[in-house]
Structures are given as C-alpha cells and as structure tokens.
C-alpha cells in the first residue's frame, strides 16, 4: 500500500505519542510555518482527506460527528494494521550498519 508523505507522517505521530489518540491540529506540524500561514484553508482540507482516506483503508479509527455530508473529526486512534505499517515505516527510516 502507497501513502503519501502527510500520511506517513500522520501514521508515525500517532504510533509514537504516548496518548494514543491525536487531535487533527496535531498534524499542521507537517507543514511549515510560512506555508501554514499563507494556505491555512488548504492545508487543513488535505489533512481531513488523507485522515478519510487512511480510515477508509482501516488504518485509524476516528471519533467526532457526522453530518449527512461530512465528517467533523476531533481525534484519531491507530488499529491494529496501523501499527504494523508504522512499524515497518519507522523500520525502513532507520539505517543498516555496514558490516566489514
């Protein structure tokens, strides 16, 4: 399964804090400030959709209030196969020693 950067990101976050759920305001670290500041609107949209997107794909659990048009997510928690793909991302960031 491909995931993008923020999707990435957002698996390693999660996996790594020690309250297990995480607040979507969590993720703006992402991006930077400068960026933050000029595309708020924009950034905070592609956040939701690769939230829906990693939920559909039953990597997190999300809690909050839906309408009949939308969701309105508060927080999110990792299942099970989110953990396994966090582990395997952590995994491959991390360097091999060379042997001699």
């Known amino acids: 399964m491909r995931l993008s950067g923020?999707?990435?990101y957002i698996l390693n976050q999660c996996y790594l804090s020690r309250n297990k759920?995480?607040?979507?305001?969590d993720f703006y670290n992402f991006y930077s400030k400068k960026e933050?500041?000029?595309?708020?609107?924009?950034i905070a949209d592609v956040i939701h959709r690769s939230l829906e997107s990693m939920i559909m794909k039953d990597l997190l659990i999300a809690y909050g209030k839906k309408t009949s048009q939308k969701?309105?997510?508060q927080k999110v928690v990792l299942?099970?196969?989110g953990k396994r793909m966090a582990?395997?991302?952590?995994?491959k960031k991390q360097r091999r020693l060379p042997i001699k």
Do not use: C, M
Request: charged fraction near 40%.
């Open 79 to 81: 299942t099970g196969q």
């Open 36 to 42: 933050l500041e000029e595309n708020k609107r924009n």
């Open 71 to 73: 969701w309105f997510i």
């Open 87 to 91: 582990k395997e991302i952590i995994k």
């Open 6 to 8: 923020l999707q990435k």
């Open 21 to 25: 759920a995480k607040t979507r305001a």
